[in-house]
């Protein structure tokens, strides 16, 4: 019996609030974003999680990686927008809900994640109007069937945080296991600026180069607002020799908008192996 379950925040504002609108807005953009490179073995996408007009046919090309995959358990790796705090968050309540259901909290896997951690827990910490996990779950849910997420928050993106969720996930993932690390990129620089920051992301993701990409953003070099995500899915992939990453699509806001003077960047990349 499922009772606690965490309603959308953002229905209405970053996807639509309609059931119906929203399958179709997203089967269209999955239906836009079809990938050409084939990837037998998926450990993970890199997503970003702004409004579906602005970031959501970047987005698909990961998701569609998804389809008729055996993805059971999705492990979701969100930044904190709205609130700070030490460590890192699973959702203690039952479930996520949005417009196309409600997904249920993998309490088992998310137990393995916490266990032996001392700064992994269980909390309602970075989930209450957190936007970030919560743009992923419809999309997860029109390319699979069948599966529990373990939504995260990080409150914290310091390395330290970084490398514990890292190693904690490399011990509990299974082949059934997926992971999602939700970001954007820079915020609000002209295009052309945001360019060059970006493509700084973009290439130590496409080199599987997590220690230059952890340093450029310590050092402010790039940016990217969920950087702890993907550091921690790239290291907990490195853990489990899975070291192959590759670009799937970037954009940016003035793509849509047709304003370029601020724009705030998107990618979505793939992690894997042989």
């Not at 606690?4 to 309609?18: E, M």
Request: charge should be negative; glycine fraction near 6%; proline fraction near 3%.
């Amino acid at each position: 019996m499922m009772t606690n379950i965490r309603q959308p925040a953002v229905a209405g504002l970053f996807y639509p609030s309609d059931s119906h609108k929203l399958r179709s807005e997203i089967q269209t953009m999955l239906s836009a974003a079809e990938s050409k490179s084939v990837f037998p073995n998926i450990f993970g996408i890199v997503s970003p999680h702004a409004g579906y007009v602005y970031s959501g046919t970047t987005a698909a090309y990961g998701f569609n990686l998804l389809k008729n995959k055996n993805c059971k358990k999705v492990i979701i790796i969100s930044p904190s927008h709205r609130e700070y705090f030490s460590g890192v968050s699973i959702y203690n309540g039952d479930a996520y809900k949005t417009p196309l259901g409600v997904v249920e909290v993998d309490k088992e896997l998310a137990q393995k994640i916490i266990e032996s951690s001392k700064t992994i827990f269980f909390g309602i910490e970075g989930h209450r109007q957190e936007h970030a996990v919560e743009v992923q779950i419809p999309f997860l849910q029109m390319v699979l069937s069948d599966f529990k997420i373990v939504p995260m928050v990080m409150g914290d993106q310091g390395r330290v945080f970084v490398d514990e969720l890292a190693n904690q996930i490399a011990k509990a993932a299974d082949e059934a296991t997926v992971i999602v690390a939700s970001s954007d990129l820079s915020h609000f620089y002209s295009k052309q600026k945001a360019f060059q920051l970006d493509s700084i992301v973009e290439k130590h993701i496409s080199n599987f180069d997590y220690e230059k990409l952890q340093n450029d953003l310590d050092s402010r070099r790039c940016e990217a607002c969920g950087g702890g995500p993907i550091v921690a899915l790239m290291k907990a992939a490195a853990l489990l020799n899975k070291r192959k990453s590759m670009l799937l699509n970037r954009s940016d806001s003035g793509d849509i908008s047709g304003d370029n003077s601020e724009v705030v960047g998107y990618l979505s990349a793939a992690v894997y192996s042989d």
